[in-house]
Protein backbone atom coordinates (compact mmCIF):
# COMPACT_ATOMS: atom_id res chain seq x y z
CA UNK A 1 0.00 0.00 0.00
CA UNK A 2 2.92 2.32 1.14
CA UNK A 3 4.80 1.51 -2.40
CA UNK A 4 0.93 2.42 -4.38
CA UNK A 5 0.74 5.83 -2.29
CA UNK A 6 4.91 6.66 -3.13
CA UNK A 7 3.96 6.11 -6.99
CA UNK A 8 0.39 8.12 -7.00
CA UNK A 9 1.99 11.01 -5.47
CA UNK A 10 4.63 10.51 -7.69
CA UNK A 11 2.68 9.83 -10.96
CA UNK A 12 0.59 13.48 -9.99
CA UNK A 13 3.47 15.37 -9.05
CA UNK A 14 6.23 14.32 -11.94
CA UNK A 15 6.54 17.67 -14.19
CA UNK A 16 6.75 19.20 -10.49
CA UNK A 17 9.33 17.11 -9.25
CA UNK A 18 11.46 16.68 -12.48
CA UNK A 19 10.95 20.99 -12.75
CA UNK A 20 12.56 20.61 -9.32
CA UNK A 21 15.38 18.44 -9.83
CA UNK A 22 16.57 20.33 -13.06
CA UNK A 23 16.54 23.80 -11.34
CA UNK A 24 17.53 23.05 -7.58
CA UNK A 25 21.09 24.73 -6.72
CA UNK A 26 23.28 24.31 -3.58
CA UNK A 27 21.62 25.66 -0.80
CA UNK A 28 18.63 25.21 -0.62
CA UNK A 29 16.60 21.73 -1.06
CA UNK A 30 12.55 21.51 -1.28
CA UNK A 31 12.71 25.33 0.34
CA UNK A 32 15.48 25.13 3.36
CA UNK A 33 18.62 26.32 3.14
CA UNK A 34 21.86 24.18 3.81
CA UNK A 35 25.30 24.84 4.56
CA UNK A 36 28.30 22.92 4.87
CA UNK A 37 28.46 20.95 8.69
CA UNK A 38 31.20 20.85 10.66
CA UNK A 39 33.79 17.76 9.90
CA UNK A 40 32.59 15.94 13.60
CA UNK A 41 28.50 16.02 12.84
CA UNK A 42 29.24 14.15 9.32
CA UNK A 43 27.21 10.95 10.88
CA UNK A 44 27.62 8.00 8.97
CA UNK A 45 25.14 6.23 11.02
CA UNK A 46 22.32 8.89 10.63
CA UNK A 47 22.79 9.30 7.29
CA UNK A 48 23.57 5.56 5.76
CA UNK A 49 19.88 5.11 7.70
CA UNK A 50 18.29 7.80 5.91
CA UNK A 51 20.10 7.51 2.33
CA UNK A 52 19.33 3.57 1.81
CA UNK A 53 16.36 4.53 0.59
CA UNK A 54 16.84 4.29 -2.77
CA UNK A 55 17.97 0.45 -1.79
CA UNK A 56 15.28 -0.06 0.25
CA UNK A 57 12.76 0.80 -1.88
CA UNK A 58 14.51 -1.26 -5.06
CA UNK A 59 14.06 -4.50 -2.94
CA UNK A 60 10.42 -3.55 -1.34
CA UNK A 61 8.92 -3.47 -4.92
CA UNK A 62 7.07 -6.54 -6.13
CA UNK A 63 4.40 -7.27 -8.65
CA UNK A 64 1.11 -6.31 -7.68
CA UNK A 65 -1.58 -8.93 -6.46
CA UNK A 66 -3.84 -9.92 -8.40
CA UNK A 67 -7.18 -8.43 -6.45
CA UNK A 68 -5.16 -4.92 -7.15
CA UNK A 69 -4.38 -5.20 -10.41
CA UNK A 70 -8.35 -6.25 -11.43
CA UNK A 71 -9.71 -3.20 -9.25
CA UNK A 72 -9.18 -0.22 -10.55
CA UNK A 73 -10.43 1.61 -7.66
CA UNK A 74 -8.72 0.42 -4.88
CA UNK A 75 -7.34 3.49 -4.64
CA UNK A 76 -5.66 3.94 -0.86
CA UNK A 77 -7.72 5.50 1.69
CA UNK A 78 -5.50 8.25 2.00
CA UNK A 79 -6.21 9.43 -1.51
CA UNK A 80 -9.90 8.71 -1.56
CA UNK A 81 -10.85 12.37 -1.58
CA UNK A 82 -8.54 12.77 -4.76
CA UNK A 83 -10.31 13.40 -7.60
CA UNK A 84 -7.11 12.05 -9.76
CA UNK A 85 -6.27 9.03 -7.69
CA UNK A 86 -8.59 6.40 -9.68
CA UNK A 87 -6.70 7.78 -12.91
CA UNK A 88 -3.14 7.24 -11.59
CA UNK A 89 -3.70 3.53 -10.05
CA UNK A 90 -5.07 2.85 -13.92
CA UNK A 91 -1.73 3.86 -15.33
CA UNK A 92 -0.08 2.56 -12.64
CA UNK A 93 -1.81 -0.58 -13.69
CA UNK A 94 -1.49 -0.24 -17.48
CA UNK A 95 2.13 1.02 -17.23
CA UNK A 96 3.75 -0.70 -15.00
CA UNK A 97 7.37 -0.77 -16.16
CA UNK A 98 7.39 3.15 -17.09
CA UNK A 99 6.17 3.69 -13.36
CA UNK A 100 8.82 1.75 -12.03
CA UNK A 101 11.55 3.10 -14.52
CA UNK A 102 9.95 6.23 -12.95
CA UNK A 103 9.65 5.58 -9.53
CA UNK A 104 13.67 4.73 -9.34
CA UNK A 105 14.46 7.63 -11.51
CA UNK A 106 13.29 9.92 -8.93
CA UNK A 107 14.48 7.77 -5.73
CA UNK A 108 17.85 7.96 -6.98
CA UNK A 109 17.38 11.62 -7.48
CA UNK A 110 16.41 11.86 -3.97
CA UNK A 111 19.05 9.50 -2.67
CA UNK A 112 21.69 11.80 -4.48
CA UNK A 113 20.50 14.92 -3.37
CA UNK A 114 20.97 13.68 0.19
CA UNK A 115 24.91 12.70 -0.63
CA UNK A 116 25.50 15.60 -2.06
CA UNK A 117 24.10 18.26 0.87
CA UNK A 118 26.70 16.28 3.22
CA UNK A 119 29.48 14.98 0.94
CA UNK A 120 32.97 17.12 1.56
CA UNK A 121 34.64 18.58 -1.47
CA UNK A 122 37.64 16.48 -0.86
CA UNK A 123 35.85 13.25 -1.11
CA UNK A 124 34.00 14.43 -4.62
CA UNK A 125 37.92 14.73 -5.57
CA UNK A 126 38.41 11.18 -3.88
CA UNK A 127 35.69 9.95 -5.85
CA UNK A 128 37.01 11.16 -8.99
CA UNK A 129 40.37 9.96 -8.69
CA UNK A 130 38.87 6.17 -7.91
CA UNK A 131 36.60 6.38 -10.93
CA UNK A 132 40.06 7.21 -12.92
CA UNK A 133 41.53 4.18 -11.70
CA UNK A 134 37.68 2.35 -11.17
CA UNK A 135 39.09 -1.45 -12.48
CA UNK A 136 41.91 -1.65 -9.59
CA UNK A 137 41.45 -1.22 -6.46
CA UNK A 138 43.09 1.37 -4.68
CA UNK A 139 45.14 1.02 -1.55
CA UNK A 140 44.58 3.07 1.32
CA UNK A 141 48.09 4.61 1.59
CA UNK A 142 46.93 6.26 -1.69
CA UNK A 143 44.05 7.72 0.11
CA UNK A 144 45.22 9.81 2.88
CA UNK A 145 46.13 12.54 0.72
CA UNK A 146 42.67 13.49 0.52
CA UNK A 147 41.78 12.97 4.27
CA UNK A 148 44.85 15.45 5.07
CA UNK A 149 43.86 18.12 2.42
CA UNK A 150 40.42 18.01 4.32
CA UNK A 151 41.79 18.26 7.86
CA UNK A 152 43.60 21.00 6.60
CA UNK A 153 40.89 23.03 5.13
CA UNK A 154 38.46 22.43 7.83
CA UNK A 155 41.42 23.07 10.60
CA UNK A 156 40.27 20.06 11.96
CA UNK A 157 41.36 16.62 13.38
CA UNK A 158 38.36 15.67 14.89
CA UNK A 159 37.22 13.77 11.81
CA UNK A 160 39.16 10.33 11.52
CA UNK A 161 40.69 8.76 8.43
CA UNK A 162 37.99 5.48 9.07
CA UNK A 163 35.02 7.66 8.92
CA UNK A 164 36.30 9.61 6.11
CA UNK A 165 36.40 6.82 4.02
CA UNK A 166 33.29 4.61 5.92
CA UNK A 167 31.20 7.85 5.31
CA UNK A 168 31.37 7.01 1.55
CA UNK A 169 31.39 3.20 1.76
CA UNK A 170 28.13 3.28 3.85
CA UNK A 171 26.26 5.65 1.04
CA UNK A 172 27.54 2.61 -1.30
CA UNK A 173 29.21 4.93 -3.44
CA UNK A 174 32.61 2.91 -2.39
CA UNK A 175 33.29 -0.82 -2.15
CA UNK A 176 35.76 -1.82 0.56
CA UNK A 177 38.21 -4.74 0.30
CA UNK A 178 40.64 -6.87 2.05
CA UNK A 179 41.73 -7.45 5.63
CA UNK A 180 40.87 -4.69 8.19
CA UNK A 181 45.34 -3.74 8.30
CA UNK A 182 45.45 -2.97 4.70
CA UNK A 183 41.93 -2.35 3.11
CA UNK A 184 41.26 -1.29 -0.47
CA UNK A 185 39.28 0.81 -2.18
CA UNK A 186 36.87 1.09 -5.56
CA UNK A 187 34.46 3.37 -6.70
CA UNK A 188 30.98 1.43 -7.10
CA UNK A 189 28.80 1.72 -9.99
CA UNK A 190 26.05 3.67 -7.61
CA UNK A 191 29.70 6.29 -7.10
CA UNK A 192 30.30 6.70 -11.16
CA UNK A 193 26.50 7.31 -11.57
CA UNK A 194 26.29 9.74 -8.79
CA UNK A 195 29.43 11.76 -10.39
CA UNK A 196 27.25 12.04 -13.51
CA UNK A 197 24.28 12.82 -11.81
CA UNK A 198 25.95 15.99 -9.80
CA UNK A 199 27.78 17.06 -13.12
CA UNK A 200 24.42 17.08 -14.92
CA UNK A 201 22.88 18.67 -12.29
CA UNK A 202 25.44 20.89 -10.66
CA UNK A 203 27.29 22.06 -13.54
CA UNK A 204 29.40 25.04 -12.48
CA UNK A 205 29.72 23.87 -8.73
CA UNK A 206 29.92 20.24 -8.61
CA UNK A 207 33.20 20.23 -7.87
CA UNK A 208 33.25 23.07 -5.10
CA UNK A 209 31.80 21.63 -1.65
CA UNK A 210 33.26 22.65 1.64
CA UNK A 211 36.13 20.38 3.23
Known sequence: MALVIAVLFIWRFRSAIDDFLK???EGNIFGQAFKAIPPAQQSTATSATEDRLA?????????????ARQDP???????AQ?????AALR????????????????????????LFTRIYGTQITMLEYLKSNADVPTKLS??????????????????????YLGFLVSFG???????????????????????????ANYPTNWNQRAY
Request: aromatic share 8%.
Open 142 to 163: ALTQFHDEHQQRASSTEYQLRD
Open 82 to 86: DPSAP
Open 91 to 114: YIQENPGQTLLEYRRVLFAYHSER
Open 173 to 199: VVSQSGPSDSHEYKITENGIQFLSYIK
Open 73 to 79: AAVPPEL
Open 23 to 25: RVV
Open 55 to 67: TAADNAVRPAEPQ
